[in-house]
């Protein structure tokens, strides 16, 4: 299974973007799906994730701007980001998290490339 996000670019100050998430095939015992980015330097840091009951967590940074959501068939979701800013320049990553179906249920991760977001002053 391949992840692959799109919807990045170079936008300006207080305009929007959404991020699509795409899976080559849909995963299944999906526990978590999350946006992650990164800037050079740094670590990768939480966006926002939504649980498999649909409970849903935003980094402290986001305050209110955006707003994860499923999408359908291969889509697995959406990140829309309103009010963007200049320290919203990142690589914005997708991440899947699931379980085998079967004991020991060993976890395993899908990562996506990568979608560059730029945001100028």
């Known amino acids: 299974v391949q992840l692959v996000e799109s919807g990045g670019g170079l936008v300006q100050s207080g305009e929007s973007l959404r991020l699509s998430c795409v899976a080559s095939?849909?995963?299944?015992?999906?526990?978590?799906m999350s946006w992650y980015r990164q800037v050079p330097g740094k670590g990768r840091e939480l966006v926002a994730s939504?649980?498999?009951?649909?409970?849903?967590n935003y980094g402290n940074f986001v305050k209110g701007r955006f707003t994860l959501s499923r999408g359908s068939a291969e889509t697995m979701m959406y990140l829309q980001m309103n009010n963007l800013n200049p320290e919203d320049t990142a690589v914005y990553y997708c991440?899947?998290?699931?379980?085998?179906?079967?004991?020991?249920?060993?976890?395993?991760?899908?990562w996506g490339q990568g979608t560059q977001v730029t945001v100028s002053s």
């Open positions: 095939t849909p995963p299944r015992n999906i526990v978590v």
């Open positions: 939504i649980t498999s009951n649909d409970m849903t």
């Open positions: 991440n899947i998290r699931g379980t085998q179906p079967d004991p020991p249920y060993f976890t395993w991760d899908l």
